[in-house]
């Protein structure tokens, strides 16, 4: 059985720094590009990058390069979404996908929390 | 950034109602385009694939067209578990795009 599964729900104080964590089984990981989207309290959903597992190539949205970095290491399966220095505005849940054609399998969701 | 529009932003239909909701892309997509269904407090489900392909496991009431800028995903008869939001996405080119959503409710 395929499954994403996300590290838990955080609280952190601004400026803080945070690494949420998305391990994959069921599947060769290195088949497939994961991408992390976040959906802020309220709105919608956003796609924030993906990452080649195989080779850690990654693309990002411009939104969002440069505030978080994409990361992963093969040989535990895992890939992470990590932020040097939080902000309030970095509240919201973070969700892991598998690109196949579409994002077929996604993670439960990490909530993060930043608040002073 | 290639930009997803969709109509309309909510709706309300009854159970047993045909529901359409559309997506228009900025620029082409060709037949890049998903549409995933999303309930509070869960990960999102992608329903529809390559416009018209229907993941497995999707019931058949749901279905999608459209190729190019504009897209449409159906609903034939919904269903009360149906009450979800629904997001198109372009994997056309990055960054990959989604609408701004949809939210179906049941009268």
């Known amino acids: 059985e395929v499954q994403l599964v996300q590290s838990g729900a955080e609280v952190k104080k601004p400026g803080e720094s945070l690494r949420i964590s998305c391990k994959g089984s069921?599947?060769?990981?290195?088949?497939?590009?994961i991408s992390w989207v976040r959906q802020m309290p309220g709105k919608g959903l956003e796609w924030m990058g993906r990452?080649?597992?195989?080779?850690?190539?990654?693309n990002y949205s411009p939104s969002f390069q440069g505030h978080v970095t994409i990361s992963a290491d093969k040989s535990i399966s895992t890939a992470y979404l990590q932020w040097s220095s939080l902000k309030a505005s970095d509240t919201a849940m973070y969700y892991c996908?598998?690109?196949?054609?579409?994002?077929?399998?996604w993670g439960q969701g990490t909530l993060v929390t930043v608040s002073s | 950034d290639i930009q997803m529009t969709q109509s309309p932003s909510s709706l309300s239909a009854s159970v047993g109602d045909r529901v359409t909701i559309t997506c228009r892309a900025s620029?082409?997509?060709?037949?890049?385009l998903n549409w995933y269904q999303h309930k509070p407090g869960k990960a999102p489900n992608l329903l529809i694939y390559?416009?018209?392909s229907l993941q497995s496991g999707v019931p058949s009431r749901f279905s999608g067209s459209g190729s190019g800028t504009d897209f449409t995903l159906t609903i034939s008869s919904l269903q009360p578990e149906d009450s979800a939001t629904y997001y198109c996405?372009?994997?056309?080119?990055?960054?990959?795009?989604f609408g701004q959503g949809t939210k179906v409710e049941i009268k």
């Open positions: 996908a598998r690109q196949n054609w579409g994002d077929d399998y």
């Open positions: 069921g599947y060769s990981f290195t088949s497939y590009w």
């Open positions: 990452i080649d597992p195989t080779d850690t190539y990654t």
């Open positions: 620029q082409s997509v060709s037949n890049y």
């Open positions: 390559a416009a018209s």
């Open positions: 996405q372009q994997s056309y080119s990055t960054p990959l795009t």
